[in-house]
């Protein structure tokens, strides 16, 4: 399935679309694509898990096909469904007609007509360019169930569907599946696949993440926002911001047109990396002025 001949192709592939990963997640990556082995990434919300699944359907140039998992998703859901609103006008319209023989109708009521197809089936089906990525993200909100379902949907690349039968994966799809790891997956599904877990980045690596998806961010800027950021990342906070809050508030900095970082702006702009009211409450005042005197310090040459 690879046409990367390299650990080095693949990092420069993902970092051709504006993904910056380390030497482990590349090599992780290159060896799913050349084992075709699905990949199991796990971590804290906001490290990149879900990118990385989208870099790698832009730098193949195949189609990126998304299940998002949620609490009580089932294998219909995930996989199928009849368009019942298509199959009543039919019926209607064959009682008008008069003379069908119900078990004709019936066979002629489940066909590929009358399929409404899901991410599963879809990534089952050839597609232009080869295989698609299919992206299965934040599996840890299904149940036992759905995951007994989709081992063996993965073991085989394949799927049942009653009236119609087998359909299986003429050329297996590149699976990506995230969890953050809100419950624990079974390990009969990690044994599935190649597993890695994507932590936070050290500060170099969060500075060229930075710099490839906000490059008009000044360099003095984004070394202030990298060092804050990381600073906040060791306090206790409900939720820590991931690297797509750093993004995103580079970007609302930019738009303030702010050059260099303040208590009063960080207090402006706290909604843009923090989401809960008490950890925005907790950055009030002397806190944010704290954490910034670290972060500077921070960046200082020893």
């Known amino acids: 399935m690879s046409t990367f001949t390299s650990i080095d192709d693949v990092q420069a592939m993902l ?22 082995r699905p990949l199991f990434l796990e971590g804290e919300a906001g490290t990149g898990k879900t ?32 368009n019942f609103a298509e199959q009543m006008i039919a019926i209607r319209a064959a ?20 399929l409404i ?13 080869g295989p698609p ?20 949907a993965l073991s085989d690349f394949q799927v049942t569907i009653p009236e ?38 050290d500060f170099s690596r969060e500075i060229e993440i930075l710099q490839a998806r906000a490059p008009e961010a000044a360099e003095a800027l984004s070394r202030e926002v990298v060092a804050f950021v990381q600073k906040l990342r060791t306090e206790d ?18 738009a303030l047109d702010v050059i260099s970082l303040s208590p009063e702006v960080i207090a402006d702009t706290l909604g843009a990396i923090l989401k809960y009211q008490d950890d925005i409450v907790k950055l009030q005042g002397s806190e944010a002025k704290r954490l910034l005197e670290e972060a500077r310090a921070s960046l200082e040459p020893a």
């Open 164 to 201: 119609l039968g087998t359909i299986s994966a003429p050329e297996p799809p590149i699976v990506v599946l995230t969890s953050n790891r809100t419950r624990e997956v079974h390990d009969a599904l990690k044994r599935r696949c190649l597993y890695h877990w994507v932590d936070y980045p």
């Open 15 to 36: 970092a051709a679309q504006g993904y910056v990963c380390d030497r482990a997640l590349g090599t992780v990556v290159y060896l799913a694509l050349r084992l075709g």
């Open 95 to 114: 009682e008008a007609a008069g003379g069908v023989d119900r078990a004709t109708l019936t066979h002629e009521l489940f066909t590929e007509e009358f």
């Open 117 to 129: 197809e899901r991410p599963l089936l879809e990534a089952m089906r050839t597609q232009e360019g």
């Open 237 to 254: 906070l409900f939720k820590k911001p991931g690297v797509a809050e750093t993004i995103d508030w580079a970007k609302c900095l930019l």
């Open 133 to 152: 990525v299919l992206l299965i993200d934040e599996l840890d909100r299904t149940d036992e169930p759905f995951e007994a379902f989709l081992l063996e």
């Open 51 to 82: 990118e990385i699944a989208k870099a790698l359907a832009a730098g193949l140039g195949r189609r990126l096909i998304r299940l998002q998992c949620y609490e009580g998703l089932d294998a219909s859901s995930a996989v199928y469904e009849w």
